[in-house]
Antibody, heavy 119, light 106 residues
Framework: QVRLKESGPRLVQPSQTLSVTCTVSGFSVTSYHVSWVRQPPGKGLEWVGAIWKGGSTDYNSALKSRLSISRDTSKNQVFLKMNSLQTDDTGTYYC?????????????WGQGASVTVSS | DIQMTQSPSFLSASVGDRVTLSCKAS??????LAWYQQKLGEAPKLLIYNANSLQTGIPSRFSGSGSGTDFTLTISSLQPEDVATYFCLQHNSWWTFGGGTKLELK
């Protein structure tokens, strides 16, 4: 059964770095692409970035300068790091697996990690 | 960037009703649209991809249609468990989500 679970701090200070981990089971991160998506409270969803099954990455151009996505294939984990956090980075951060055939479709999501940026 | 606009933002309907949700793209996205259902506190669930392909395990009362810029998600007979927020996602050029439609029972 495919599962994704996000974990990370619930509270981060402004200007600090956010680190969120996506631990997956039921599939290998070397066989499927994984994206990060975030949702500010009461607002819509925003694609943050992706790590492709080959290990390369792509980022939302608006966030690219602050982002890093990496993985540990031995632990089947994907990592999101975002620096220089501001209050409008508050929200729920989701990881999502991409479809094996239609790679542009996100077909399974985690329940999300809620992050508040505040002093 | 491609913008996605969903309407209505909020919809109230009765059990058994035929419900239609709309999603419009700011430019041609061919058939590259997905629909998701998100219940409170749960992970989003893929319903439809490529505009009209039903994801495995999703009830057949859900269907999608459209191409280009105008897309529709239809629930043929609304069930109580369908109360959720529905959002569309274009995957023609990177990924952009619609703002969502919150569906409740009347």
């Amino acid at each position: 059964q495919v599962r994704l679970k996000e974990s990370g701090p619930r509270l981060v200070q402004p200007s600090q770095t956010l680190s969120v981990t996506c631990t997956v089971s039921g599939f290998s991160v070397t066989s499927y692409h994984v994206s990060w998506v975030r949702q500010p409270p009461g607002k819509g969803l925003e694609w943050v970035g992706a790590i492709w099954k080959g290990g390369s990455t792509d980022y939302n151009s608006a966030l690219k300068s602050r982002l890093s996505i990496s993985r540990d294939t031995s632990k089947n984990q994907v990592f999101l790091k975002m620096n220089s956090l501001q209050t409008d980075d508050t929200g729920t951060y989701y990881c999502a697996k991409h479809h094996g055939t239609y790679y542009y479709v996100m077909d399974a999501w985690g329940q999300g990690a809620s992050v508040t940026v505040s002093s | 960037d491609i913008q996605m606009t969903q309407s209505p933002s909020f919809l109230s309907a009765s059990v058994g009703d035929r419900v239609t949700l709309s999603c419009k793209a700011s430019q041609n996205i061919n058939k590259y649209l997905a629909w998701y259902q998100q219940k409170l506190g749960e992970a989003p669930k893929l319903l439809i991809y490529n505009a009209n392909s039903l994801q495995t395990g999703i009830p057949s009362r859900f269907s999608g249609s459209g191409s280009g810029t105008d897309f529709t998600l239809t629930i043929s007979s609304l069930q109580p468990e369908d109360v959720a927020t529905y959002f569309c996602l274009q995957h023609n050029s990177w990924w952009t989500f619609g703002g969502g439609t919150k569906l409740e029972l009347k």
